[in-house]
């Protein structure tokens, strides 16, 4: 059972920071001072995120800057797009039914 | 953003108007004979459609992917469910799951959909809402490795979405 993804989003200080992560790409640093969390808690939740997929970091002159994946989040996306498109196909299938039914009537 | 996407398209509706009497559309979706019909999308074929129409009942379709599906092609997608609200000719509803056959584990998504036909000067108007409530990690969604099978971790994220 891999529960490592969910378990990451599941954590209340780990969910406020990929909603600060939404606004902007942040430290280490920025995100201690705007969550009121210490570095060292911030770091861990970070390295659980970035375990998960959810985040990744790099480089930025001489800082190490945190963003969300956006593959993971068009993932979901994608896949929730492709649920729509399928009832989109059925509806458009019942139309083509009903006509035919009503020709056949006819 | 993105987890505003997530929580704008967990509901997904539809409304459509067909040009057919309320009652030919409540058979076409009540009657397995001819929701077969219709029901899978292009270059899919209904190996197994099942309804039993009262509250409790079962509702249980296999969709199966046709030759124009490639790699697919042998694909069998059951959906299986109970209905739990039924008002002829207006109002349906069934809670179901729904996954790709072998890997129920990791694709199941449950979901509950909710159907409401109304007539108007001869057409029927199709209120259709899916809510998707939980969501396995599905083939799509294995790069991720999320699975939404935890109800008390599911409930956290929306009350998390909502603040």
Known sequence: ?106 | MVLQLFRKKKELTFERTYAAPIGAVWEAWTDPDQLRQWWGPPKTTIAECELDLRVGGRIAIVMVAGEGMGKYQGTRWPMEGTFTDIEFPHRLVYDARSWTEGKEDTTTIEHVTELGLSEDDGKTVVNLTVTLNEIGSGAKMAAFGMKWGYKAQLDELDTFLAG
């Open chain 1, 1 to 106: 059972m891999d529960a490592t993804t969910f378990a990451a989003l599941g954590e209340p200080s780990r969910l406020r920071i990929v909603e600060l992560l939404r606004l902007d790409r942040l430290s280490v640093g920025d995100i201690a001072e705007g969550l009121g969390i210490r570095q060292p808690q911030v770091s861990k939740h970070l390295r659980v995120l970035r375990e998960a997929g959810v985040v990744d970091v790099e480089p930025v002159a001489r800082r190490r800057v945190y963003h969300l994946r956006a593959e993971t989040f068009e993932e979901i996306g994608d896949w929730v797009d492709s649920f729509e498109r399928l009832w989109e196909a059925r509806l458009d299938g019942l139309e083509d039914f009903l006509a035919a039914t009503a020709t056949d009537e006819e």
